[in-house]
T-cell receptor
Framework: AQSVTQLGSHVSVSEGALVLLRCNYS??????LFWYVQYPNQGLQLLLK??????LVKGINGFEAEFKKSETSFHLTKPSAHMSDAAEYFC???????????FGKGTLLTVNP | GAVVSQHPSRVICKSGTSVKIECRSL??????MFWYRQFPKQSLMLMAT?????????EQGVEKDKFLINHASLTLSTLTVTSAHPEDSSFYIC?????????????FGPGTRLTVL
């Protein structure tokens, strides 16, 4: 069984500030971890993924995430927020014998000018 | 990157009618596709796994007779909401993994907004 917990349904930052979106997971098998971004009324776009290689994963748009097994975490960060980063962010986990993704509830990121 | 399309993007229908939503992988073959449902301000909930050439696998609590899935080819899966009711109004999203490895990226369609009056 797998689950994802995203702490904070809404995060608000100022433009230029650090972005930190938290994700903790539970998995009975070695996990694959993903961060997706969703803009209003659109599908999901992959930001980055962890697949048991490097624990620090760099993605698109300046985002990165670090896999910490001891903490069962995969937090998403970006050093400097941009207005265009405002969106809903979903953390997801998969593993086992199929591709099924289990999503967290999402975190809405707002960026203030 | 790989592209997944959905059609229609929006549909409004009367209660009791059936609605078909198409999901296409445009530049790759997908033996497996997934259908999700997303309620406003909520996460994606997996409804079913669509398998080319065989029956779909439904998640617990999803009525297979209400949500008919047909994966007729390696690039097309369809979801038909039969006898739709207002509570079926939702955002439906499909996805398809690019390759045969668990770590392969799932590419998502842009979603279909269904409104049942």
């Amino acid at each position: 069984a797998q689950s994802v917990t995203q702490l904070g349904s809404h995060v608000s930052v100022s433009e230029g500030a650090l972005v930190l979106l938290r994700c903790n997971y539970s998995s009975s098998v070695p996990p694959y971890l993903f961060w997706y971004v969703q803009y209003p009324n659109q599908g999901l776009q992959l930001l980055l993924k962890y697949t048991s290689a490097a624990t620090l994963v760099k993605g698109i748009n300046g985002f990165e995430a670090e896999f910490k097994k001891s903490e069962t975490s995969f937090h998403l960060t970006k050093p400097s927020a941009h207005m265009s980063d405002a969106a809903e962010y979903f953390c997801a986990v998969s593993g086992g014998s199929n591709y099924k993704l289990t999503f967290g509830k999402g975190t809405l990121l707002t960026v203030n000018p | 990157g790989a592209v997944v399309s959905q059609h229609p993007s929006r549909v409004i229908c009367k209660s009791g009618t059936s609605v078909k939503i198409e999901c296409r992988s445009l530049d790759f073959q997908a033996t497996t596709m997934f259908w999700y449902r997303q309620f406003p301000k909520q996460s994606l909930m997996l409804m079913a796994t669509s398998n080319e050439g065989s029956k779909a696998t439904y998640e617990q609590g999803v009525e297979k007779d209400k949500f008919l899935i047909n994966h007729a080819s390696l690039t097309l899966s369809t979801l038909t909401v039969t006898s739709a009711h207002p509570e079926d109004s939702s955002f439906y999203i499909c996805s398809a993994p690019l390759g045969g490895d668990l770590s392969d990226t799932q590419y998502f369609g842009p979603g279909t907004r269904l409104t049942v009056l």
